[in-house]
């Protein structure tokens, strides 16, 4: 296609999505949260139930996906596989960004969803934590985000710093904002003031809260309304992610308020596998965040889209959030191009009708390279190769039937373990080693 002809076909996929009512389109994206730790869930921890009712009617209002996953066992990576709908070892995003790294990002090579989705009529915006650049030209402003406001860095305090810190301050796009507020309450308000700035085109947001991860640092009043939650850990823990669901309540308010909610998609999810270090739950899964085990790469997902999704359902066939960004292009009437090469396969036929599944297919994780943990998952078969220090044996489950991963089937199966690492070995065979 020339460059002219290019232009006409974008000019006219614009015009096609304003004029089809393209939905506006909300991600909430939670931090290091726990896989019981939310009402939505069919054996949530009832204490974390109680505390999370805004997402729980989310759910009831939508659909629910039993066998959700994210692409990254850690914050970073899991947001980069988000932003461009590929495995992010393709282009060497194994590894959490160091603080104060300045040798680059997400590589400039890879496209992210608001840059898919801007030239299709949306309005984008990012706000709270970014994590995939420090350098100017890796910031949101210029990786396909009209408007952000938010952190570069991975985590910050949740109560004013006393001094500015670039990658921890709050910027306005690329201005550092002053200090004050709880840091939850920030996204949620900021999130809230992109909605009514932007409510008159299809917008994308995509609001990326620090909550829960660390430090523990409840408000003070909450910490004693909710009482005692376990141990001093979990308490603290569980104050913030009341704070979570408050302000996601806050934000599906402020679509309701504007009159935009039937229009829009929303998905809820969380970022890796629960923190049990600062007192997330992952029951019953195995493991937390960092592995390639169910308890770091399994999450909780659900999406509301009244008038497309029906409410009160759920599905269990396997999906990632690599399949967000070719869903969101459908749900604005448009396919995803051969070209991008994208690893996720689009949702919307679930949306429509949760009680299909999708056709099977292979997942894969790894972390840490060439010589680090990696896994599969096809059907209901999992594979895991712990690799490295902790080299083991293969590991082989039948997630249906054993979701803890307790019973390993290896030694019984090997025809069924060396489908798996043929499959493996030629996924690897397409990623690079990690940039940093």
């Known amino acids: 296609m020339s460059p002219i002809a290019r232009l006409l076909a974008l000019a006219l996929l614009t015009v096609s999505a304003a004029s089809a009512g393209s939905p506006n389109i909300v991600v909430l994206f939670s931090d290091d949260a726990g896989y019981a730790d939310f009402g939505i869930q069919e054996k949530a921890d009832p204490a974390l139930a109680k505390l999370t009712p805004r997402l729980t009617a989310l759910a009831k209002e939508g659909i629910v996906f039993t066998n959700a996953y994210v692409s990254g066992a850690v914050c970073s990576p899991s947001r980069a596989g ?28 890879e496209k992210l969803i608001g840059d898919r989705l801007r030239p299709l009529g949306y309005t984008t915006g990012l706000i709270g934590k970014w994590h995939l650049g420090y350098p100017t030209g890796y910031h949101p402003n210029q990786r396909g985000f009209d408007h952000f406001f938010g952190m570069l860095q991975g985590s910050r305090s949740y109560f004013p710093m006393k001094k500015e810190n670039g990658h921890r301050s709050f910027l306005l796009n690329d201005k550092v904002t002053p200090e004050g507020g709880y840091t939850t309450d920030r996204i949620g308000d900021g999130a809230c003031d992109f909605i009514r700035s932007n409510k008159e085109k299809p917008f994308f947001l995509f609001v990326a809260f620090t909550t829960p991860h660390g430090p523990l640092q409840p408000k003070p009043e909450d910490l004693k309304a909710i009482g005692k939650i376990g141990d001093e850990r979990r308490t603290k823990y569980a104050e913030l992610v009341k704070s979570l669901d ?33 007192g997330a739950v992952n029951t019953p899964l195995r493991g937390h965040k960092g592995e390639v085990v169910e308890g770091g790469i399994r999450v909780p997902m659900a999406m509301r889209w009244p008038g497309v999704i029906p409410s009160g359902t759920r599905n269990d066939s396997p999906v990632i959030s690599l399949d967000w960004f070719p869903t969101f292009v459908e749900a604005s009437g448009n396919k995803a191009e051969p070209e991008w090469k994208l690893d996720g396969t689009s949702l919307m036929p679930l ?19 060439g010589k680090g943990p990696i896994a599969i998952r096809e059907g209901d078969w999992k594979l895991i190769k712990l690799r490295g220090k902790s080299a083991t044996g293969p590991e082989l489950y039948n997630l249906k039937e054993d979701i803890s991963e307790a019973n390993n089937l290896a030694a019984g199966n090997p025809d069924k373990v060396k489908a798996l690492e043929e499959k493996l070995d ?7 080693e990690p940039l940093w």
Request: aromatic share 8%; charged share 25%.
């Open 82 to 109: 988000a932003m461009t709908g590929r495995y992010q070892q393709r282009f060497g995003h194994d590894k959490n960004i160091p603080p104060g790294y300045l040798k680059g990002g997400l590589p400039l090579s």
């Open 246 to 278: 408050e302000n996601c309540g806050k934000i599906l308010d402020c679509l309701e308020e504007e009159g935009l909610a039937k229009n829009t998609l929303v998905v809820f999810s969380n970022d890796n596998g629960g923190q049990t270090q600062t």
């Open 351 to 369: 949306l429509k009708d949760p009680s299909i599944k999708l056709p099977e297919r292979a997942l894969y994780w790894r972390t840490s390279g």
């Open 426 to 432: 030629a996924w690897e065979s397409g990623l690079i």
